[in-house]
C-alpha cells in the first residue's frame, strides 16, 4: 500500500518509535492522526508536521477511542493505516521485599498494552472495512509494537512480558480473521530503542546495556523502526508475522 494520501492512525504518536513513525510517514504524503495522552507533546508535534491531526487520548478509555476514531473520519472520511505504539514498561517481580507483585499495576499494565491497542483495532478495523479495495485487495494494515520481552523478558517484566506476547500471540489470528477483508496484520517487536522509554536511564547504563547488543552495537534510532513500519505497509506480501528489529540482541535474565 502506498503511503500518499493514506491516513494513518498512530497511538503513542507523539513520542519515541510513535513519533517516528508520525515523522516518517507525514512527510511522505501521509494523514496522520497521533492519538496520545500527552497533550503537551501532542500539540507542540501537531503545528510541526503537516497533514497531521493529535486527538488527545486514553486508550484504555473505550469512550475516547471512539471519539478519536470518529474525528480520525470526519477529518479525511477514511482510515487506511493503523500503528498502535502507546506502551509503558513498569518493572515489579513477583516477590520483592515490598511484598507480592501490586495487582493493580499488572491490571494497568494489561489494560494500556493489550486491551487498549486491542480496542482501537477493533474500532478502526471496522472503518477500514469502508474502504474501496486497491489493486492487491488491500483495504487496510495494521501494525501493533510487541518487544523482544515477549520472547526474552527479563526480572520484572512479568506484566510487559505477558502484554506484549499477547500482542505476538494475537497477530496471527487477527490476519486470518481479517484475510477476507484484505487487512493485513503484523507486529514488529524492538530490542532496545533511544527512546524517552529509556530516558531516565543513565549514559553509563545505556553504554552497559549497547554492550549486549551483538551488533550494531548500539541502541536503535527511532527512525529505523519507522523504516520498518513504512516497508511492512509497502510490501503487501507481509501478514500475521513479528518481527523482531533488535540487532541480535536476546536479552539476559
Ligand atoms: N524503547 C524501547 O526500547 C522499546 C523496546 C521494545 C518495545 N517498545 C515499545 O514501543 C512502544 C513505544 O515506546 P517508546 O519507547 O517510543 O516510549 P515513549 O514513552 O516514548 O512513547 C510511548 C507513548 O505512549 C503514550 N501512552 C502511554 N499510555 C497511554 C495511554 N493510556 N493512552 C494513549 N497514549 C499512551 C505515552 O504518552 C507516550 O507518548 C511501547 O509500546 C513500548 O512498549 C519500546
Request: charged share 20%; hydrophobic share 45%.
Amino acid at each position: 500500500m502506498e503511503i500518499q494520501g493514506k491516513t494513518i492512525l498512530v497511538t503513542g504518536g507523539v513520542s519515541g518509535l510513535g513519533k517516528a513513525v508520525s515523522t516518517l510517514l507525514a512527510s511522505m504524503g501521509g494523514n496522520v492522526v497521533m492519538i496520545d495522552i500527552n497533550g503537551e507533546k501532542g500539540e507542540a508535534l501537531a503545528k510541526v508536521l503537516k497533514n497531521s491531526l493529535f486527538v488527545m487520548t486514553d486508550i484504555t478509555d473505550n469512550a475516547q477511542v471512539k471519539k478519536a476514531v470518529d474525528l480520525a473520519m470526519e477529518w479525511r472520511g477514511r482510515i487506511d493505516v493503523l500503528v498502535n505504539c502507546a506502551g509503558v514498561a513498569p518493572g515489579a517481580k513477583l516477590v520483592s521485599k515490598k511484598g507480592p507483585h501490586d495487582l493493580e499495576l499488572f491490571k494497568k499494565t494489561i489494560d494500556i498494552n493489550l486491551i487498549g491497542p486491542f480496542d482501537v483495532m477493533r474500532l478502526t478495523a471496522e472503518k477500514m472495512t469502508l474502504n474501496s479495495p486497491n489493486e492487491d485487495g488491500e483495504r487496510g494494515v495494521i501494525i501493533n509494537t510487541a518487544s523482544g520481552a515477549a520472547f526474552e523478558g527479563q526480572r520484572g517484566q512479568a506484566a510487559y512480558s505477558a502484554s506484549k506476547a499477547a500482542l505476538v500471540g494475537m497477530t496471527l489470528p487477527l490476519a486470518r480473521d481479517l484475510m477476507d477483508i484484505g487487512i493485513r496484520v503484523c507486529s514488529i517487536a524492538p530490542g532496545l530503542f533511544d527512546t524517552p522509554l529509556v530516558a531516565n536511564f543513565s549514559d553509563q547504563l545505556k553504554a552497559q546495556l549497547a554492550q549486549m547488543i551483538p551488533f550494531p552495537r548500539r541502541l536503535g534510532k527511532p527512525p529505523e523502526y519507522a523504516m520498518l513500519v513504512l516497508h511492512i505497509i509497502e510490501n503487501s506480501y507481509l501478514n500475521g508475522e513479528t518481527i523482531r528489529i533488535d540487532g541480535a540482541l536476546r536479552m539476559a535474565p
